[in-house]
T-cell receptor, first 112, second 113 residues
Framework: NAGVTQTPKFQVLKTGQSMTLQCAQD?????MSWYRQDPGMGLRLIHY???????DQGEVPNGYNVSRSTTEDFPLRLLSAAPSQTSVYFC???????????FGPGTRLTVL | DQQVKQNSPSLSVQEGRISILNCDYT??????FLWYKKYPAEGPTFLIS?????DKNEDGRFTVFLNKSAKHLSLHIVPSQPGDSAVYFC????????????FGKGTKLTVNP
């Protein structure tokens, strides 16, 4: 198993540009989530999904959209990037009823 | 309002000694607690967890203690090794509902040879 994969590893955007961060898992996990990590802020939940077709907002959802059309994929969309969205983004997944989440390697995003 | 607090941004210990990382929480509805370890440029990896119905869980060199009355948990690493140098995050899950986790800000542990 590849586990949780994220692409790209690094990305630089200009303010106002849009992009999609990709996340995929091959473990048939129902639960998937997106976090951002900022210096001194820990990990903050952006959006999460408990299964295909079901998504919900986390702690810091503004400026981000998600969809979950398949069990495997959970892309995160930035519609109009802002410098405040400069961060490291982590995707995570877990099976139903299991509290321990498996994290991907992260995407480092810089918005100029 | 920070529900999970790790008040020590950093901790430095000598190899072979005990490392104690602390975590406090404010939400009485948390029923499951986890510790994650994170190396630079990598994703967090699960280390150890504890249910609120227990007060101790042990896995090799790692032990987590939970004091519900004080809303406090701690991670003990004995003996500490240089490879343990990383950022450690405490996380908590609310009883029932989804698998959402609330994370603390992390403590950077440095184990000196």
């Amino acid at each position: 198993n590849a586990g949780v994969t994220q692409t790209p590893k690094f990305q630089v955007l200009k303010t106002g540009q849009s992009m999609t961060l990709q996340c995929a898992q091959d473990m048939n996990h129902e639960y998937m989530s997106w976090y951002r990590q900022d210096p001194g802020m820990g990990l903050r939940l952006i959006h999460y999904s408990v299964g295909a077709g079901i998504t919900d907002q986390g702690e810091v959802p503004n400026g981000y959209n998600v969809s979950r059309s398949t069990t495997e994929d959970f892309p995160l969309r930035l519609l109009s990037a802002a410098p405040s969205q400069t961060s490291v983004y982590f995707c995570a997944s877990s099976p139903r009823g299991v509290h321990e989440q498996f994290f991907g390697p992260g995407t480092r995003l810089t918005v100029l | 309002d920070q529900q999970v607090k790790q008040n020590s941004p950093s901790l430095s210990v000598q190899e072979g000694r005990i490392s104690i990382l602390n975590c406090d929480y404010t939400n009485s509805m948390f029923d499951y607690f986890l510790w994650y370890k994170k190396y630079p440029a990598e994703g967090p990896t699960f280390l150890i967890s504890i249910s609120s119905i227990k007060d101790k869980n042990e896995d090799g060199r790692f032990t987590v203690f939970l004091n519900k009355s004080a809303k406090h948990l701690s991670l003990h690493i004995v003996p500490s090794q240089p490879g343990d140098s990383a950022v450690y995050f405490c996380a908590a899950k609310v009883q029932g509902g989804s698998e959402k986790l609330v994370f603390g800000k992390g403590t950077k542990l440095t184990v000196n040879p």
